[in-house]
């Protein structure tokens, strides 16, 4: 007799399959839930369901987007370069120059959540035809996330399909 599908684990929430294109959306007992764009539809999208016999390997592990990481520093040492220049060149501005303290300190806020902030998690499942479906999750998303991936981490475990 057959199990019934349980859900495992959701991945991307129906409110963000429009930012979440070509990823995997979900994880049952029995199937792995792809977000697949579909471009002439009313959607954008299809959830295709593949199953989990089809499944050779889930791989998981801790990525850094390196260019975001880059992005956040050159911001970063843009806006020291900037805090040097006005302290040095401070007595030459025209009188009447605008300063907009509140804008570099927000792009300074913003610099240190990029630069320092980056880590993600990464799913891929390898299928049998050879394909590679993926999920990452958003930079800023790994704690939030962290609860979820150690589920599908501990399902693949449990149904032989971790590797490491």
Known sequence: ???KEQSVATLVFPNEYLRQLNSIAGLTTQHVIYLKRKFVSKEGYELVRYPLSDCVSIEYREDLPVFKIAAGWLLLALL?????????????????????????????????KVAFGGRRH????????????????????????????????????SAGLLHA
Request: aromatic share 8%.
């Open 1 to 3: 007799m057959a199990e």
């Open 80 to 112: 020291a370069f900037t805090v040097v220049m006005l302290a040095i060149y401070w007595g030459d501005l025209q009188p009447g120059t605008h300063i907009k303290i509140g804008a570099l300190c927000l792009a300074a806020i913003w610099g240190v």
């Open 122 to 157: 990464r799913i891929e499942i390898s299928l049998k035809d050879g394909s590679t479906l993926t999920w990452k999750s958003r930079a800023g998303e790994r704690e939030l996330m962290a609860p979820t991936v150690e589920k599908v981490v501990e399902f693949s475990r």
